[in-house]
């Protein structure tokens, strides 16, 4: 439970990038299943060849926003369907990521990563025993708070940017375009590179959080990035359905919110009997669907009740309305 809380701070920043493709461009963004992998050979592949972790994740989000930019390309000046300049885009990434990778599976578990440096220098400076120490009334004493805590740091950060970004001129013609392009147009705004820029940054959100999970996992798999789509939906879905999305920033904490949940929701599965590893998907698929159901069955029925309260306040009022005209007419 302890490593899906500290995945499901990985897989936020994934989540919020999928968040701002579809709830913020309103824009079905598909290349994030190659995105993500982009992201997690680029940083593989120069971590291998010695290069500076830091600095091969920091690469990994450059590769992730040249990829949506092409994306963006593709339906602003392609005039490709957004569907559909997602679909090209993820399956020719997948072709990228093996040319990057030169193989399917590239492993880092013998590589100094982000993930190596950042526990190395957290168990230096004794954190993990001082931790340890406060939590010890609840007998819970995990291997180390490195990742849990550098992850969560990551996470507010990236969260922080977002919410600060949406706030400014750049940020609300974004959220306009997603809402109203045609409006946001007609006041001479270049919508396309509006997009072209917020598909981007959507995807060097994605590209980081795969950099990060191949040094969390310790490998880069071409396969890795199937079904993140979906990943990053249930997050933000789960989110928006237990924490609420009124605001941007009680949005962006909903997604973070919702992509540790939905790791929890996902570890307790596994944990059944009859349910195998390779369920994932299937479990995945579920999760989302009763995501989606639920908060609109419950509203419904919720819609269904305020009218018959409503139609029973009507009849009382058209009673008592009766009851005054027999009584002035006697």
Not at 66 to 93: D, Q, R, Y
Not at 100 to 118: A, D, F, R, Y
């Amino acid at each position: 439970m302890f490593s899906s809380v500290e995945a499901g701070l990985i897989y936020a920043v994934m989540a919020l990038g999928v968040y701002l493709s579809f709830r913020i461009l309103d824009f079905p963004d598909l290349t994030v299943d190659g995105s993500f992998v982009t992201g997690a050979s680029v940083a593989a592949v120069l971590i291998v060849n010695g290069a500076n972790p830091f600095a091969a994740s920091a690469a990994a989000l450059l590769a992730g926003f040249a990829a949506g930019v092409l994306t963006g390309l593709l339906h602003t000046k392609g005039k490709i369907n957004p569907l559909l300049s997602g679909i090209l885009m993820m399956i020719a990434l997948y072709s990228v990521n093996l040319r990057i990778m030169g193989k399917s599976n590239v492993p880092l578990l013998q590589q100094e990563t982000v993930i190596t440096k950042i526990t190395a220098a957290w168990r230096q400076a004794g954190l993990d025993a001082a931790l340890n120490r406060l939590v010890s009334f609840t007998g819970f004493a995990p291997r180390t708070w490195a990742v849990l805590v550098s992850m969560a740091i990551v996470a507010l950060m990236v969260k922080g940017l977002l919410d600060w970004l949406l706030k400014t001129e750049v940020g609300i013609a974004l959220r306009a375009t997603g809402d109203n392009k045609p409006m946001v147009a007609s006041f001479s705004a270049n919508t396309d590179w509006l997009i072209v820029f917020g598909l981007g940054l959507s995807n060097a959100l994605v590209a980081l959080s795969g950099a990060l999970v191949a040094q969390y996992g310790g490998f880069s798999d071409v396969g890795m990035g199937i079904g993140m789509i979906v990943i990053g939906l249930a997050s933000v879905i789960i989110g928006e359905a237990l924490f609420g999305a009124r605001s941007v920033a009680r949005a962006t904490w909903a997604v973070i919110g919702g992509a540790i949940v939905y790791r929890l929701i996902l570890a307790l599965a596994l944990r059944v009997e009859f349910l195998e590893t390779g369920d994932v998907k299937l479990i995945t698929a579920l999760i989302v669907m009763l995501a989606l159901v639920v908060p609109n069955t419950l509203a419904a029925q919720k819609e269904r009740q305020r009218k018959k309260r409503r139609v029973r306040q009507l009849e009382r009022g058209e009673t008592v309305a009766g009851a005054e005209t027999n009584y002035k007419s006697v």
